[in-house]
């Protein structure tokens, strides 16, 4: 054998041969797979979105009763301020003739 400039000595075998179907068939699966991998995180992050939809209509709902409790407790408190008050105290009860229906 003889040796000439830039040209390889060694030749390597290769371990199995792939013919052209093949390696589009590889292509094709490859493709597949990363598609299915691809699809199940889009579906987990969609979960996710749904799921913290979810509690931002919970929080919302439970910030609108606790401003309605809040109202409530004001409401009350006003109510045993104004019966504890001095002009409260000083009131005679009204008397049933002279109130109109």
């Not at 809040?70 to 009131?91: D, F, H, Y």
Request: zero cysteines; charged letters at 20%.
């Amino acid at each position: 054998m003889a040796y000439r400039r830039n040209t390889n000595t060694v030749h390597h075998q290769r371990l199995f041969n792939l013919g052209a179907y093949q390696k589009y068939a590889i292509l094709v699966l490859l493709i597949a797979g990363l598609s299915i991998l691809y699809i199940n995180q889009v579906t987990k992050l969609d979960l996710f979105n749904y799921q913290a939809a979810n509690l931002e209509k919970e929080l919302e709902q439970l910030k609108g009763e606790n401003q309605l409790y809040q109202v409530e407790a004001t409401r009350l408190q006003s109510i045993q301020v104004i019966k504890e008050s001095k002009v409260a105290n000083e009131m005679v009860p009204a008397d049933p003739q002279f109130i109109k229906s």
